[in-house]
């Protein structure tokens, strides 16, 4: 089993940074394709971003596509996410994922959800 604890939200202007974290607590993190879900309100969960159990690849949402960018570190159990050129309608709460599998990015694919940080881009 693998607990996830993410970190790193907060307000930003639109056209600010931030970067979320993600901690795992586990032995096993690089046997877990790791990556970034968000929920805005009143929308469904969607895929933000993923990365594989290697790290070698990583996959993206069109909108995020260029401002964001994820990575791990499998020696420290981490997983963050660098966004940049935050926009109004990236305000969401995101949910730090694990896949043991990998390759689907559905929501009903990912075996383990943190319990999300809130993100608020103001305009």
């Known amino acids: 089993q693998v607990q996830l604890v993410e970190s790193g939200g907060g307000l930003v202007q639109a056209g600010g940074s931030l970067r979320l974290s993600c901690a795992a607590a586990g032995r096993t993190f690089s046997t877990y394709a790791m990556g970034w879900f968000r929920q805005a309100p009143g929308n469904s969960r969607e895929f933000v971003a993923g990365?594989?159990?290697?790290?070698?690849?990583?996959y993206y949402a069109d909108s995020v596509k260029g401002r964001f960018t994820i990575s791990r570190d499998n020696a420290k159990n981490t997983v963050s996410m660098q966004m940049n050129s935050l926009k109004p309608e990236d305000t969401a709460v995101y949910y730090c994922v694990a896949d043991p599998v990998g390759g689907s990015w559905s929501v009903s694919g990912m075996d383990y959800w943190g319990k999300g940080t809130l993100v608020t881009v103001s305009s």
């Open positions: 990365i594989t159990k290697s790290g070698r690849r990583t």
